[in-house]
């Protein structure tokens, strides 16, 4: 290879673009992530372990969330997702008795949206992603309604 084809090679590089909103992603926020092994969404349900799995950890984790989706713009959605399913847990026990059953079907919960998540998010298309945000929040209306 000549070094002018060498050089035109280096300098075609393009930036990766989010799948979902088509918006160009930052590469630094792109690495970082990836150096985190993937679990942008993980941080959530360690949030509610290291607060032991308590409302002020729930209040905590709603906030991380909407905090997230302001920094990471491509990834508004998922984080917008948890922030609501948490906030929601939040308020509605919130000075009430909180049942060690209630508890770990939440965090149960948590944990498999939060694996969903990263999984679709760091290794699926846009397709998957959609998916998984669909499932998430479907599963969620199901409550809401049974609820009610």
Same mark, same amino acid.
């Given at each position: 290879?000549?070094?002018?084809?060498?050089?035109?090679?280096?300098?075609?590089?393009?930036?990766?673009?989010? +799948?979902?909103?088509?918006? &160009?992603?930052?590469?630094?926020?792109?690495?970082?992530? /990836?150096?985190?092994?993937? &679990?942008?969404?993980? =941080?959530? &349900?360690?949030?509610?372990?290291?607060?032991?799995?308590?409302?002020? %950890?729930? =209040?905590?984790?709603?906030?991380?969330?909407?905090?997230?989706? /302001?920094?990471?713009?491509?990834?508004? %959605?998922?984080?917008?997702? $948890?922030?609501? $399913?948490?906030?929601?847990?939040?308020?509605?026990?919130?000075?009430? +008795?909180? !049942?060690? !059953?209630?508890?770990?079907?939440?965090?149960?919960?948590?944990?498999?949206?939060?694996?969903?998540?990263?999984? %679709?998010?760091?290794?699926?298309?846009?397709?998957?992603?959609?998916?998984? /945000?669909?499932?998430?929040?479907?599963?969620?209306?199901?409550?809401? !309604?049974? %609820? !009610?």
């Amino acid at each position: 290879m000549r070094k002018d084809e060498e050089e035109q090679e280096t300098t075609s590089l393009t930036v990766p673009v989010a +799948p979902i909103t088509g918006r &160009h992603i930052d590469p630094t926020n792109q690495i970082k992530t /990836l150096m985190k092994g993937n &679990h942008m969404f993980k =941080k959530f &349900h360690d949030i509610l372990i290291d607060g032991s799995k308590g409302v002020s %950890a729930y =209040k905590k984790c709603a906030s991380v969330a909407r905090e997230s989706a /302001l920094e990471n713009p491509d990834y508004a %959605a998922p984080y917008f997702l $948890i922030s609501i $399913i948490t906030q929601d847990f939040a308020d509605n026990y919130d000075r009430e +008795p909180l !049942s060690s !059953s209630v508890a770990k079907d939440q965090i149960d919960r948590i944990e498999r949206y939060t694996k969903l998540l990263d999984e %679709a998010f760091s290794t699926g298309t846009a397709q998957d992603q959609v998916a998984a /945000l669909n499932s998430i929040s479907q599963e969620i209306v199901k409550e809401i !309604s049974s %609820a !009610s």
